[in-house]
C-alpha cells in the first residue's frame, strides 16, 4: 500500500492535479484506496482538513482515507522515536523535536510497522542538520519512499480525456 503525504495532495490540488480541471486524480485516489492500494495517516488528515479549501473539504469527507495507528504501529513510533531523539544522528535537537511533533513522524512509523511504501514530493538531504527530511528518516528504516509520479506510473494510472 502507499502511505500519501500531506504535500502530495496540496502539490496537486494547488498545481498539476487541481480539483476543477483534473477531476480524474481524485477519483483514481478514491478507487485506489477502496482496493486497499492507497491511504494516508490520521494525523496528514488532521493536517488537511484544518485547511478552509476545497482540499479541506476532500479530506473531511473521507476519514476512512486516512489510518489510525495500531498496536504495530505504536511499537514503530516508540522506535523511530528512539532514532530521532539519538544525538548520533547528527540532527539539531530542534529539528528532532519538529519531527517528532510533525505528521511525518506518524506517516513514516505507520509505513515501517506495515510495510507500506511512503509517497512524498520531499527529497533527501541526508547532510542537513536543520531538518529531518522524509526520504532519509525512510532510509534509516528501510521503508521504501518514492515520489507520487512513480506511485503513478507504478499503477498504470491514465488521466485521458473522456470522449467528447
Known amino acids: 500500500m502507499y502511505l500519501v503525504d500531506s504535500d502530495v495532495f496540496m502539490q496537486a490540488k494547488n498545481r ?12 483514481w485516489l ?5 482496493t486497499g492500494r492507497v491511504a494516508s495517516v ?7 482538513r484544518a485547511g478552509k479549501d476545497e482540499l479541506a473539504a476532500w479530506a473531511g469527507d473521507r476519514s ?6 495500531d ?21 539539531f535537537l ?11 513522524y506518524y506517516l513514516i512509523a ?15 538531504q541526508p547532510d542537513s ?16 519512499c518514492i515520489d507520487p509520479f512513480e506511485m503513478l506510473r507504478a499503477e498504470d494510472v491514465r488521466l485521458v480525456l473522456a470522449p467528447s
Open 64 to 69: 476512512a482515507f486516512f489510518l489510525e495507528p
Open 16 to 27: 498539476h492535479y487541481g480539483f476543477d480541471f483534473c477531476p480524474g486524480f481524485w477519483a
Open 71 to 91: 498496536d504495530a504501529v505504536v511499537t514503530s513510533l516508540r522506535v523511530l522515536s528512539g532514532w530521532a531523539i539519538d544525538k548520533s544522528t547528527g540532527y
Open 110 to 124: 505507520h509505513a515501517h510497522a506495515q510495510s507500506h511504501v511512503v509517497v512524498t514530493h520531499e527529497r533527501s
Open 30 to 34: 478514491d478507487a485506489a484506496h477502496e
Open 42 to 48: 490520521g494525523k496528514i488528515g488532521d493536517e488537511l
Open 129 to 144: 542538520k536543520r531538518r529531518i527530511k522524509i526520504p532519509d528518516a525512510c532510509a534509516a528504516f528501510g521503508v521504501k
Open 94 to 104: 530542534a529539528a528532532r523535536n519538529d519531527f517528532l511533533a510533525s505528521a511525518d
